[in-house]
């Protein structure tokens, strides 16, 4: 099964038992119905806006905020570059970063729930590490199906929670 590790580098929002238990389920649902290996690992750090700015403006040199971003491991290292590890290791597909001061923003916004709208930016930020994008309108549309798709399958949808 899919190895989920959720860190909270904030100290303004409190990240519950439950919250974590309801992103680690919902990232599993979607790496198992986008038939990732079971020995895959992904990382979610919760942070705030400062933070993901600060990230934002480093990585992506957009200094600004956002909501979430995304650091494939898999694109950084050409797959025949790549060194053969231990077959029974995790194989990290990369880390995920939310803020979740600016997911309570747009929950409100939005009108749904907080819990909502981090497994939303959970299931965006994995789409992103398994290669989906959405720079051009053609993937956009791609990559929300995806989305809704997932969150429905989960019953995560916008009345939920």
Known sequence: MPEIIISSWQGKIDISADLEQLLTDILKFALAREQVPQDAEVSVVLVDDAYIRELNRQYRAKDTHTDVLSFAMRESVPEEEAIEGDPGAEQLLGDIVISVERAREQAEEYGHSFER?????????????????????????????????????????????
């Open 117 to 161: 709208e981090l497994g939303y930016l959970a299931v965006h930020g994995v789409l992103h590490l398994l290669g989906y994008d959405h720079e051009k309108e053609e993937d956009r549309k791609i990559m929300r199906q995806k989305e809704e798709e997932i969150l429905k399958a989960f019953d995560l949808t916008r009345g939920a929670i």
